[in-house]
């Protein structure tokens, strides 16, 4: 230790070739009670590759050999797979914000949107229509919709245009500091750059849900149950026959047809209520509410006395069931007139 040089430093013996360290690599492979090259084993990964559904990377691939009886390890498959040039490319990295929580709770109107495009046969040109909708996730209301044989980004923008103008905006959520989010599916038509700049431009955050999860987005896709509902059984001559059809469901969808989610009431109605500070609003836990209404729903029927109702300006209804003071939710157009490709 005088020149301060440990036994294990003074024996050392540096290797010029460090290819050579460590154990050599197998040239074979076990599979049950015999022994098989490994060149059997490449084999057997390109003929599973050939097929699309198995056409695995080099863990799952592992996992497949060692059903088919290989005693192989990971490390092993991947060497193999590296060497005859079977690795599958690395996935880009998306651009795309995917949401977070499955199911939404949204603690005002207009805070949470969500946008899906549901197909319909048109007899007359035999090929399918598509309807594009706009969901408010709070009060159930569909703010716009638009209908054609083809559903391009440049009409998924013109219709926020119109979300813009006719709610967004008259809302001034700017000032209110409101964190606007919207949900969609991966649509070519959704995830298009001019779509997804229109709508950073407009301060709307927008989300893409992940394959194969219709859940969430699921208070469109509970719409377009109660569309297909709507719709009925009937085919449709022409765009013009589901067109005219369109405008009485989503009219009627809005102002008359009533959720047992929003308290039994219209999604117009209950936006009219919240506003007049008529709904309560509990959290059940930590994704899911449920609201009441704090006056007795006959008090929104316009039946009953002044004398008897909080407050003389609360909406009431008309014999059709549609509001009286207006047929539309706070801020909002007086028709909803759709797009028509």
């Not at 290989?70 to 949401?99: G, P, T």
């Not at 495009?117 to 598509?130: D, G, N, P, S």
């Not at 009219?272 to 994704?287: G, P």
Request: glycine share 4%; hydrophobic share 35%.
């Amino acid at each position: 230790m005088i020149a301060q040089i440990t036994k294990h430093k003074y024996y050392y013996q540096p290797i010029k070739d460090r290819k050579h360290i460590g154990r050599k690599a197998t040239t074979t492979t076990q599979k049950g009670h015999s022994v098989v090259p490994n060149e059997d084993v490449i084999g057997q990964i390109k003929r599973l590759k050939e097929d699309p559904i198995t056409n695995y990377g080099y863990r799952m691939m592992t996992s497949q050999l060692k059903l088919e009886g290989y005693n192989i390890n990971h490390k092993k498959v991947f060497r193999l797979m590296k060497d005859a040039d079977l690795l599958q490319e690395k996935r880009k990295v998306s651009d795309k914000n995917y949401v977070k929580y499955r199911c939404v709770c949204p603690e005002r109107p207009l805070q949470v949107l969500e946008m899906d495009i549901k197909m319909v046969w048109v007899t007359e040109h035999r090929r399918h229509a598509y309807i594009l909708s706009i969901i408010d996730t709070f009060t159930r209301v569909i703010l716009d919709w638009s209908v054609g044989y083809q559903m391009d980004q440049k009409m998924v923008i013109k219709a926020w245009e119109r979300v813009i103008d006719n709610y967004l905006q008259p809302n001034d959520l700017l000032k209110q500091d409101l964190h606007v989010e919207l949900r969609n599916d991966n649509g070519s038509q959704f995830s298009a750059k001019s779509v997804q700049e229109f709508l950073r431009e407009n301060s709307i955050h927008q989300t893409f849900t992940h394959p194969y999860t219709p859940q969430e987005n699921g208070h469109i896709e509970s719409f377009h149950s109660i569309l297909k509902k709507g719709l009925g059984q009937a085919p449709f001559w022409n765009l013009e026959e589901l067109r005219e059809r369109l405008e009485v469901f989503y009219e009627k969808y809005n102002n008359v047809r009533l959720h047992g989610s929003i308290a039994h009431l219209s999604p117009n109605l209950f936006w009219k209520a919240w506003e007049y500070d008529l709904i309560e609003r509990t959290v059940i836990n930590e994704r899911k509410v449920k609201f009441r209404l704090t006056v007795p729903h006959s008090q929104l029927s316009g039946i009953m006395s002044q004398r008897e109702v909080l407050c003389s300006n609360i909406p009431t209804l008309n014999g059709e069931g549609y509001l009286n003071e207006d047929v539309n939710g706070p801020n909002t157009p007086n028709s909803l007139q759709p797009s028509v490709n």
